[in-house]
């Protein structure tokens, strides 16, 4: 099967009350850990890939690596530009073998978020492409952007309709309290999603697929496992997954995890150097590395996602 759009997925995960997982990938370990855990659980799966990650490992080697996930599993798998800054970036993916784009109009006023999605989506469309276009403001950090807690902003539903009639996008982000990063809310901060929010959105869209962005969970074990091998990650809070769940199950098609996967990757990297300070081959630290990728991602599939079997 090659690689396939997220159209069939989403139609399936909103009938069926789950999500997919949307996991960012930057080398051959990520993508291997993510797609062993998915293959395990008979899992769709979409492999996204950020402008840092473009410039980290250069996009012909990361679409090369999933065309090789895809060839080895059988899983349908589609290659997601996450966050594309502008047209361009969008175009380049669009032409280089990506099955779906998100383009990242959330910072700019409205209407000039609406131009440069339907550019987008015109584009796309006309290539077999789907899009992702964002309304609302999440805070946190991605890429070089930082947005603080005061600059984000909730999606106004009232908007959701017009946004979506008037661009064309296949699948819509939104903002009801996740955000970048790992660390999302401040000691004794109540870390909720805006359900209320979620389910106005709904109303107005009914049976169209929501995605939700920053939705990693920031797991204690693992910040705990960072700091006991030498690492100072004081205060890293993540949103709940019984939180997720409920989004999941609502019209949220579409969940976002990168900082978790960083998380359970960086403590086996620290956790094998400290207990093996005279190895220096990386084979060595990377197939732990890659092995709780693969157990991060068989969690939240079974435990977050709810999409086990739904390949
Ligand atoms: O939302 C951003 C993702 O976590 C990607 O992060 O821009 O550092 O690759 P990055
Ligand atoms: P996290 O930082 O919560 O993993 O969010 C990732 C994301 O939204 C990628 O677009
Ligand atoms: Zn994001």
Excluded at 236 to 244: K, M
Aim: hydrophobic content about 40%; charged content about 25%.
């Amino acid at each position: 099967m090659p690689l396939v759009t997220t159209t069939k997925m989403f139609e399936d995960a909103y009938k069926g009350g789950y999500a997919v997982g949307a996991f960012n990938v930057n080398n051959m370990e990520i993508i291997q850990g993510i797609v062993q855990g998915a293959q395990k659980l008979n899992a769709p799966l979409i492999l996204q890939v950020s402008k840092g990650a473009r410039a980290y490992a250069n996009h012909t080697y990361l679409v090369k690596l999933v065309e090789a996930a895809v060839e080895t599993t059988g899983l349908p798998i589609a290659l997601h530009l996450d966050h594309g800054p502008d047209f361009e970036t969008c175009k380049a993916c669009i032409d280089g073998g990506f099955t779906s784009v998100m383009i990242d109009g959330s910072s700019l006023p409205y209407e000039e978020n609406i131009a440069v999605t339907k550019k987008v989506v015109e584009y796309a469309h006309a290539h077999g492409v789907v899009v992702e276009g964002e309304l609302g403001r999440l805070a946190g950090v991605e890429d070089d952007v930082k947005v603080s807690a005061e600059d984000s902003s909730y999606t106004r539903p009232e908007e959701v309709f017009d946004f979506v009639s008037r661009t064309g996008v296949d699948s819509l982000a939104i903002a009801i309290g996740t955000s970048h990063g790992a660390y999302k809310f401040k000691p004794g901060q109540d870390p909720k999603i805006r359900i209320d929010i979620l389910e106005e959105v709904e109303k107005q869209l009914p049976g169209f697929p929501i995605v939700l962005h920053g939705a990693s969970s920031v797991i204690p074990e693992f910040v705990d496992e960072i700091n006991r091998y030498g690492g100072k990650m004081d205060n890293a809070i993540g949103i709940p997954e019984s939180e997720l769940r409920k989004a999941a199950e609502h019209a949220v098609c579409k969940i976002n995890i990168d900082s978790d996967l960083r998380l359970a990757m960086t403590a086996a990297i620290r956790k094998y150097m400290a207990e093996n300070p005279s190895h220096f081959d990386p084979r060595q630290y990377l197939a732990p590395a890659r092995e709780a990728i693969q157990g991060m991602v068989e969690h939240k599939i079974t435990d977050v996602l709810g999409c086990a079997g739904k390949a």
